[in-house]
């Protein structure tokens, strides 16, 4: 497996533009994750969905922001209108599950989309 | 309450070893892992350990677990410039989907 795809890797737009990302997940995996990652809050869950279903989107900072997973081969997380304090690194990353048990091997991030807003 | 506490940096000496703390404050968690993120990249899974173990071995890494008082240590025996990364604690929890994440450790090491 190719592990966990993100697109784009950068992305510079300005400030009230639309920003689509996009996530490929680990086939078999039924968990996927959005986080966000800057250095003055470090990593912070954005939403999660179990088996294309949103399960939790507290993190979501703004209506601004929304995701969608419409298979289980694809997820994205838009922005509308984007702020140039959404600049980030934006991270996807999938799991899988054992029973009631996270798997033993975590998650598995994908490389990230650096996202600067101007 | 769900914490994960890290110190934010760390330096030592090529060919040292490197111990890098964490702090958690949930007793029920299950799996403790060990992630580390280089210049760039994604967050990547380094080592995990079940909470009914006191310590794992793999290579140059040890992970020791301290139950009683919460703390789990990575150290990285003879370190390497290639080691040179942000490391982050995370716990887990049976029946909770979510990672609880540290803030995370930058390595720094000294030539």
């Known amino acids: 497996d190719a592990g966990v795809i993100q697109s784009p890797r950068h992305e510079v737009t300005e400030m009230g533009q639309e920003v689509t990302l996009r996530c490929k997940p680990i086939s078999g995996h039924d968990y996927l994750f959005w986080y966000r990652q800057t250095m003055m809050r470090g990593l912070e869950l954005l939403i999660y969905f179990n088996n294309n279903v949103p399960i939790d989107d507290s993190g979501m900072p703004e209506d601004r922001f929304s995701a969608k997973m419409p298979n289980a081969s694809f997820s994205t997380l838009k922005i509308q209108p984007s702020e140039p304090r959404d600049s980030a690194v934006y991270f996807c990353a999938s799991s899988s599950y054992v029973g009631t048990e996270l798997a033993n091997y975590g998650y598995t991030f994908g490389s990230g989309t650096r996202l600067t807003v101007v | 309450g769900e914490d994960v506490e890290q110190s934010l940096f760390l330096s030592v000496r090529e060919g040292d070893s490197s111990v890098i703390n964490c702090t958690y404050t949930?007793?029920?968690?299950?799996?403790l892992y060990w992630y580390k993120q280089e210049p760039g990249a994604g967050l990547q899974l380094l080592t995990y350990i079940f909470s009914n173990m006191d310590m794992k071995q793999d290579q140059r890494l040890t992970v020791l677990l301290n139950k009683k008082d919460k703390h789990l240590s990575l150290r990285i025996a003879d370190t390497q410039t290639g080691d040179s990364a942000i490391y982050f604690c995370a716990e887990s929890k049976g029946g909770n989907y979510q990672l609880i994440w540290g803030a995370g450790t930058k390595l720094i090491i000294k030539p």
């Open positions: 949930d007793s029920s968690s299950t799996y």
